[in-house]
């Protein structure tokens, strides 16, 4: 099966808890008080493990995936989810499929940019993906 891995089940997790944000003002300005160095991005890519032919991606090869491809290129760390993809093909019916979620939290500059398009392209190619979601949004953190 090919991956437009949980375009909705993305959307309706990420927004099930959707409230104004409270670092907003009542005119939606938002609140300068991110610190520049605090001042991070988001990035979260969502990989199918169905193939379109054969057998599903093992948790093995996934995890050889993490290993040699993900964590060279974000040693600091990342989270990973288990994930179920939904989206509706071309025919009109509802594929679904497992998935794994990664989330990265990164600068945003060339580096990480690179990296990520790596990661998409190694994917798709070594487990025949049509396609790696990818969402990304500005984040303040602190550790």
């Given at each position: 099966?090919?991956?437009?891995?949980?375009?909705?089940?993305?959307?309706?997790?990420?927004?099930?808890?959707?409230?104004?944000?409270?670092?907003?003002?009542p005119?939606?300005?938002?609140?300068t008080?991110?610190?520049?160095?605090?001042?991070?991005?988001?990035?979260?890519?969502?990989?199918g493990l169905?193939?379109?032919?054969?057998?599903?991606?093992?948790?093995?090869?996934?995890?050889?995936?993490?290993?040699?491809?993900?964590?060279?290129?974000?040693?600091?760390?990342?989270?990973?989810?288990?994930?179920?993809?939904?989206?509706?093909?071309?025919?009109?019916?509802?594929?679904?499929?497992?998935?794994?979620?990664?989330?990265?939290?990164?600068?945003?500059?060339?580096?990480?940019?690179?990296?990520?398009?790596?990661?998409?392209?190694?994917?798709?190619?070594?487990?025949?993906?049509?396609?790696?979601?990818?969402?990304?949004?500005?984040?303040?953190?602190q550790?």
């Amino acid at each position: 099966m090919t991956i437009k891995t949980g375009l909705m089940a993305a959307t309706l997790f990420m927004l099930a808890g959707c409230t104004a944000p409270s670092h907003t003002t009542p005119d939606t300005t938002p609140d300068t008080t991110c610190k520049a160095e605090n001042q991070m991005q988001q990035t979260t890519l969502f990989f199918g493990l169905n193939r379109p032919a054969g057998a599903p991606i093992t948790g093995q090869e996934w995890q050889q995936f993490v290993d040699r491809d993900v964590t060279p290129r974000f040693r600091d760390g990342l989270t990973v989810f288990e994930a179920r993809g939904q989206w509706l093909g071309n025919d009109g019916t509802v594929a679904r499929e497992p998935s794994k979620a990664l989330m990265l939290i990164h600068p945003k500059d060339a580096e990480s940019e690179k990296s990520i398009d790596a990661l998409r392209g190694i994917y798709k190619s070594r487990f025949a993906q049509e396609s790696v979601m990818r969402v990304d949004q500005p984040v303040c953190v602190q550790f």
